[in-house]
């Protein structure tokens, strides 16, 4: 826990309406520089909540709650949930709310990447890309892959999420076991899948995203134009993540004109849970240098 965690209340959620539907966020204000911050599958922004407690003071946080399982309102039955229909939410999102020269901060999701292959990225002043997809690792790991096959069943997601209603099953190796090192805790998790639990609606979101992912051939090509972000980049890795290779850091820092490269210890995949004070320690130094 950070010195920041209890010296603020959690900001308000605020919600914007967008092509594909609803999309809730939450927004620390201020006029200092301006840092979105992007979760991945089955969860919501509160995976950022000690990142954001020790940033809020000298940045603007706007953390929204993508439509990725963990998300309260359903979108619209004929919105477009594919990786690069998400990642075009997120531009979307951005121009919605008239953010400019944006850090943009990932972790465990890699659509963000699609987004600047889409050429999508102008709002984008730097990128902050910790453990997540990348190149053909998508859906990511074994978690994935046991995600990927239950949204495949007739009611798998169901079965699915039931299932970690049972506190033991959310740290087996094919769920969240190799997802963060140290358990999230049960509130966030109970708050992460309920929606989940409650609506065949968002459920029905999740499928769209899980099976919407492109040909290999189209991922790998999302990568390499990573060559083209000429922006100040790090790269923020968990060298010991079971899901997301460590190599996959190291191609990603190589790849990016302007790209450099952090490994932290002590950590899995969700390195916000596992060692959120590390990475906020370099994203303030990264912003601050460039």
């Not at 190796?173 to 109970?190: F, H, L, Q, Y």
């Not at 990016?256 to 390195?271: C, F, H, Q």
Request: charged content about 25%; some cysteine; hydrophobic content about 40%.
């Amino acid at each position: 826990m950070n010195e920041h965690s209890h010296a603020a209340p959690p900001p308000p959620v605020s919600e914007v309406q967008l092509s594909a539907g609803p999309v809730t966020y939450q927004d620390t204000g201020g006029d200092g520089p301006v840092v979105v911050l992007l979760h991945g599958v089955a969860m919501d922004g509160s995976l950022w909540r000690h990142v954001v407690a020790d940033l809020r003071p000298d940045y603007r946080c706007v953390v929204p709650t993508l439509p990725l399982g963990g998300h309260c309102r359903p979108m619209k039955p004929d919105a477009d949930l594919s990786v690069l229909g998400v990642a075009r939410l997120v531009a979307e999102f951005l121009d919605a709310l008239d953010l400019t020269d944006v850090t943009l901060v990932m972790n465990d999701w890699g659509g963000a990447q699609a987004l600047v292959a889409d050429g999508r990225d102008q709002r984008i002043g730097k990128l902050v890309i910790t453990s997540c997809e990348a190149f053909d690792n998508f859906p990511p790991g074994l978690p994935g892959s046991n995600l990927y096959a239950s949204a495949k069943m007739p009611a798998g997601l169901h079965l699915a999420f039931t299932l970690l209603k049972l506190k033991p099953m959310r740290r087996l190796p094919m769920t969240w076991g190799r997802m963060s090192k140290r358990p999230v805790p049960d509130s966030v998790m109970d708050a992460w899948f309920r929606p989940l639990w409650t609506s065949a609606e968002i459920r029905r979101d999740l499928r769209r995203y899980v099976l919407g992912v492109p040909p290999k051939e189209e991922l790998l090509w999302w990568a390499e134009k990573l060559r083209d972000f000429d922006r100040p980049a790090l790269v923020v890795w968990a060298a010991e993540d079971k899901v997301m290779p460590p190599e996959h850091g190291r191609r990603l820092a190589e790849l990016l004109p302007k790209g450099e490269l952090v490994e932290i210890a002590d950590s899995y995949t969700l390195i916000p849970e596992d060692q959120p004070q590390q990475l906020s320690k370099h994203i303030r130094t990264f912003l601050r240098r460039s």
